[in-house]
C-alpha cells in the first residue's frame, strides 16, 4: 500500500503526515510505503489543488482539511 501525504511542507501538511504515521501504526500496516509529495508539479498532477491532501495508491481520499486519525484509519482499513 502506498500512503501519500501531498503538500509542499507547511504546519497543517506536517500535522497531516503524523495523523496519517500515528494511523498506518495503530493499524499495524507494516508493509505500508508513507511518502511525502511535496512539489507543485507533482502535487498539480494529481489533480489536487488544496493541501494537505491524503492519497492511497494514487487514489485521493482527502484534500484541504486534516482528518482525524479514527477518520484516515477508516479511509486506508477500507482499501
Known sequence: MKI???????PKCKKMYEAVEKAVEE???EGAELLKVETLSEISAMGVMMTPALAVDGDVLVA???PSTEEIKGMISGR
Open 64 to 66: 484541504g482539511r486534516i
Open 27 to 29: 493499524l499495524g500496516l
Open 4 to 10: 501519500q501525504i501531498l503538500g509542499m511542507g507547511c
